[in-house]
């Protein structure tokens, strides 16, 4: 490392004021402006002045520099409004150096699995690296291509990840679909259409809509086997067909999983959130996640088991963001940056699941992003309007609609019915309390039993038991879409019991709504699958094969609803003289069954999930009809009171805290009267881990290394006097040496280590050469004093994205506290086991 | 193990042309979906009725005629009412996305099947190879933090250039899967045995 760093200013103090600063976060400027005195007083007092005494090149300088070699930048001050001088951009001319944003030191910036990222010290890097570029924009031409470049390449990025997800939404939704109806039969003609599909030109001849369901060129399988197509014979074959065929399926997707990608199982939804929060997980957004989380998702909703599609979507999306991410180096090598992709293809992955573009952007803003400035917003929205329309032009499943249960609504609504749907909204927040708590049992149960050790037996076994029960009940027996499809629709498009109104000529006007023997029937067989669905939903969700909550949430809102709504309608027809069905509503015609399902599945969906906003734009995106906006806002309102109410968090994030994920929720509230000296490392009468800028040996940081844990180690002036000079992070430190070894010669284990650029006592002239390492000093980390209340520090972490924080008292070092502590000190105060948190 | 792969590939091949060479009865790609509601007598009957129509055409024209062949049928016809919709759809990216899902899913089964029966005993091999490199302790260290850089940069295109150790690609390739293999390793430890993720 002889290279000698010269040094250009960026500007100078005056424009490093708050008001010169880019972020585009309402929130985190104004904390950063907050906490911008304590940063700057540090960084003046101690790690400022360093800098300034390095001398300043000319731009002619700076050109030679750049013709003659290659260039790196690297940022030293990673906060620039740490001070005036803390900031600065350094050029070297040197041998081994690859790309402009390339550090010198291979893998610094990076973070290790399982560790939080420091959105400050990234998003800091990336303003360094956008300014070193527009400030060679005027150099050349292949500068201004360049800069160009840089400039869309976020854009580019959000329209391939668009395009890609749409395809892969259109492969997931047409081999889902096929899938599903092999369970069925073959289209022997064309074995690669679905049964939909296969019949799709079929009838020739005008018929009645019963007929249309029963084509001749799909074959069952009792008809491919035995050749009839009734009587005992022919069920039990197709009940053996459905059932083998699911234990196919669903044993296909749990030992893919296992094998490939264990991190495919599961929605992804509480583990998106946890990494969009700032956290590290390798692997999970990684290729083989995809293919095996695409392939899997297709097998295990074919296989007829109560699970959805459109969580995982999402989770296939963020693969898919992930991967594109690395083509933009400014993106792949920045995880701050990378996670702006992220929420823009978490948008598009709900955006393919229901066809509902704007409803995805706010599902990303509401539930899963952590950190969304406006040009994420725009970003989010474009990829979200690109994914869309690639799987509208796909058109897998031939109605020109991207899901199967669009269903077009034009009906009024009366006023009186917003009573049933409120109270379809409680009854839905009931549902979902139920069915959260259970799950969760279940989950704990599941972990912490020997269940856990058979996870392909359960999934088996679930699968079984399952399709033994689902086909027997021509309800549960079509796939859940179907189901859902079959619920929201009017009567009228579609022939089923459910719609077997008797008609009674002695009415006049319209007797239609008499309910005939199969409506009964009908209503009791929902009754049964309502059950049948709650409880099978609650072993499935979370067992290791890919699984989505959206459909069976909405599949079992809908039943409730669809039931409370023939109820209503039978209401009205049987006492049309009280006084709310009176005037238009005098013949129980103008109450629409599928519209209370409809308000059914957006309660269950909301309780479950506890979304409002974004929940019911994807409903009414679903149905088409603006017109509904109010009844599923106030079904959505009380469900999401009801839950709120009767259980603490929504699915995802008692899923979050099951796991112990390091996610700090921004949505709760820190009401506790703590200091920072409480909850700071270390407790009393431990000491510190520091390092020391000018006086420790190599073999000392060595030790230090060996011995401790710590990810970091702050940076002092000297032992006795614990003045804060920075923060070293301990991967970065780990590279740095492993790189000196390589590459310094003469490095022995009494080199002094500095840390700083003028060492306060010169080197004695027969010393060996120092390591200098005052290039991954972070000299501008956050500190607070000791008397800080906790409120203000959760905040702190919370708003501008921590990872640490320094503690001091009267200016010394005291100590330190991290996001894990942080996170501990919440789980303890709430009665909760603290090592739960799941943190390297 | 590039030759299973490559073997797979032509086994692909194969099977992707078999399956284009047997085209069944040619399905279109365009309908006009009519459903007629009619009064019979006193209640209201619904029909449907599904006509094929060349893509450049739309439903208008055929709406007539089905408007006469219910007006045909039924004696007591007051009013008759049809709404049409055209449809379209492509078989051949059904067909050929099908056609994609059906051969992946192969080709992961029988990889599965090669990891899980052939690879250890192909393994015993690798494995001496393997524990030279583990024994030094710096180019082990080295080893890790490289691995950590290549595998924090997934996309094809960006791996970390692994000059110095064979550079052939058979050897490459090899330490890849070596390396892939211990990352699903780890995840199936975290899922499967600990249980500190995804339950």
Redesign the interface.
Same mark, same amino acid.
């Given at each position: 490392m002889e290279k000698r760093p010269l040094k250009v200013s960026s500007g100078s103090a005056a424009s490093n004021t708050p008001a010169s600063y880019h972020a585009t976060d309402e929130k985190v400027r104004r904390i950063r402006r907050l906490s911008n005195d304590l940063v700057s007083i540090t960084a003046d007092q101690y790690g400022g002045s360093n800098l300034r005494s390095i001398s300043v090149s000319s731009d002619d300088e700076m050109i030679d520099i750049t013709t003659s070699g290659t260039m790196t930048e690297h940022t030293l001050g990673d906060h620039h409004h740490g001070g005036g001088g803390a900031c600065g951009v350094y050029f070297s001319g040197g041998e081994s150096l690859v790309s402009v944003d390339s550090d010198e030191i291979p893998g610094i910036g990076q973070y290790e699995d399982f560790h939080t990222i420091d959105w400050q010290r990234d998003i800091a890097r990336d303003r360094m690296r956008h300014r070193y570029i527009v400030k060679r924009k005027q150099k050349s031409i292949c500068d201004l291509v360049r800069g160009a470049h840089d400039a869309w390449s976020g854009w580019l990025c959000v329209l391939l990840v668009g395009l890609v997800t749409g395809g892969v939404a259109g492969v997931i939704d047409i081999g889902a679909s096929w899938m599903s109806d092999l369970k069925f039969g073959l289209c022997p003609q064309a074995f690669w259409l679905n049964k939909e599909q296969c019949c799709w030109s079929w009838s020739s001849n005008e018929t009645s809509i019963e007929d249309s369901r029963n084509c001749s060129q799909w074959m069952s399988w009792s008809e491919i086997i035995a050749e009839s197509n009734t009587g005992a014979g022919a069920f039990i074959v197709s009940y053996i067909f459905f059932i083998a065929w699911a234990l196919l399926f669903a044993s296909l997707a749990a030992s893919l999983v296992r094998m490939f990608a264990p991190y495919a199982c599961g929605s992804g939804i509480p583990e998106i959130k946890t990494i969009l929060s700032g956290f590290i997980i390798r692997g999970y957004l990684g290729k083989w996640t995809l293919i095996i989380k695409s392939v899997g998702i297709m097998l295990s909703v074919s296989a007829g088991l109560s699970l959805g599609k459109e969580g995982p979507m999402v989770h296939i999306a963020s693969c898919i963001g992930n991967i594109l991410s690395y083509l933009f180096p400014k993106y792949g090598r920045n995880e701050a940056k990378k996670r702006e992709i992220l929420s823009a293809a978490a948008a598009a992955g709900v955006s393919v699941a229901f066809g509902a573009p704007i409803g995805g952007v706010l599902f990303s803003l509401e539930e899963v992003s952590y950190y969304f400035p406006l040009k994420t917003l725009w970003r989010s929205f474009f990829c979200a309007l690109v994914a869309a329309f690639v799987l509208h032009s796909i058109n897998p499943f031939g109605n020109e609609h991207s899901v199967l249960f669009y269903v077009e609504y034009n009906k009024p609504f009366m006023f009186f019915e917003l009573i049933p749907f409120i109270g379809l909204g409680i009854i839905g927040g009931v549902i979902a309390v139920i069915f959260i708590k259970a799950n969760l049992y279940w989950c704990r149960y599941r972990k912490m039993s020997r269940l856990g050790q058979y996870p392909v037996t359960e999934v088996l076994v679930v699968t079984a038991v399952t399709a033994v029960v689902a086909y027997p009940n021509p309800y549960t027996r079509m796939s859940t879409s179907q189901l859902i499809y079959l619920l929201f629709s009017q009567c009228g498009t579609v022939k089923d019991p459910l719609c077997s109104y008797q008609f009674d000529p002695t009415l006049n006007g319209s007797g239609g709504l008499k309910p005939g023997e199969g409506l009964y029937w009908a209503v009791f067989l929902l009754i049964l699958a309502l059950i049948f669905k709650l409880v099978t939903t609650v072993f499935t969700f979370g067992m290791k094969v890919p699984c989505g909550l959206f459909i069976p949430s909405l599949c079992l809102g809908g039943i409730v609803g669809r039931i409370v709504g023939i109820g209503v309608q039978q209401l009205a027809f049987n006492y049309p003289h009280i006084w709310i069905f009176s005037g238009e509503c005098s013949t129980g015609e103008c109450i629409t069954p599928g519209l209370y399902a409809m308000v059914g599945a957006a309660a269950v969906l909301g309780g479950v999930t506890r979304m409002t906003v974004s929940l019911v734009v994807i409903m009414f995106e679903l149905t088409g009809g603006v017109r509904y906006i109010v009844p599923l806002m106030a079904a959505a309102m009380a469900s999401k009171w009801v839950g709120d109410a009767l259980g603490r968090s929504g699915i995802y994030d008692a899923h979050i805290n099951l796991n112990g994920y390091p996610f700090l929720d921004s949505k709760e509230e820190f009401t506790h009267t703590a200091l920072a000296a409480d909850v700071m490392q270390p407790k009393r009468s431990e000491p510190l881990s520091v390092l020391t800028q000018d006086s420790m040996a190599f073999e000392e940081v060595e030790a230090m290394l060996k011995e401790t844990e710590h990810n970091g180690f702050p940076v002092v002036v000297s032992h006795e006097s614990q003045y804060l000079v920075g923060f070293v992070i301990r991967r970065d430190l780990n590279l740095a040496i492993e790189n000196a070894k390589r590459t310094m010669t003469g490095l022995r284990n009494n080199s002094l280590v500095l840390f700083t650029t003028s060492p306060q006592s010169p080197l004695a002239p027969h010393s060996p050469p120092p390591l200098r390492l005052e290039k991954i000093l972070d000299l501008a980390p956050i500190t607070i004093t000791d008397q800080t209340p906790m409120e203000t520090v959760v905040d702190m972490f919370r708003k501008l994205g921590l990872r640490q924080t320094l503690v001091t008292h009267n200016g010394r070092l005291l100590g330190i506290i991290t996001k894990k502590d942080i996170l501990r000190y919440i789980k303890q105060i709430d009665n909760e086991d603290p090592s739960s948190v799941l943190f390297n | 193990m590039s030759l299973s792969f490559h073997q797979l590939f032509v086994f692909g091949v194969i099977l992707l042309s078999c399956v284009l060479y047997v085209q069944?009865?040619s399905?279109?790609d365009a309908?006009c979906k009519c @459903?007629?509601t009619y009064k019979n007598g006193?209640?209201? +009957?619904?029909?449907?009725?599904?006509?094929?129509v060349p893509l450049s055409n739309d439903c208008d024209e055929v709406a007539g005629p +089905?408007e006469e !062949?219910?007006h045909g049928n039924t004696t007591q016809e007051m009013c008759s009412r049809c709404e049409c919709t055209y449809?379209?759809?492509?078989?051949n !990216? !059904?067909?050929f996305?099908?056609?994609? +899902?059906i051969w992946?899913?192969s080709l992961? @089964?029988i990889y599965?099947l090669f990891?899980?029966c052939l690879d250890p005993l192909l393994n015993k091999r690798v494995k001496g190879n393997y524990v030279e490199h583990t024994n030094d302790d710096?180019s082990s260290?080295?080893f890790k !933090?490289i691995d950590?850089?290549s595998?924090?940069?997934?996309?094809p295109?960006?791996s970390?250039p692994m000059g110095m150790r064979g550079s052939n690609v058979l050897n490459r390739v090899g330490h890849q899967q070596d390396k892939?293999k211990r990352? +699903?390793q780890e995840?199936?430890k975290?899922?499967?045995d600990r249980?500190?993720?995804?339950?």
């Open positions: - | 069944g009865q399905y279109e309908r @459903v007629c006193t209640r209201l +009957v619904k029909k449907l009725r599904v006509t094929s +089905v !062949i219910v449809e379209s759809r492509n078989t !990216i !059904i067909k996305v099908v056609i994609i +899902v992946v899913i992961l @089964v599965m990891l899980i710096v260290r080295e !933090i950590d850089i595998s924090s940069s997934q996309a295109g960006t970390h892939w990352q +699903v995840q199936r975290n899922i499967y249980h500190t993720m995804l339950n």
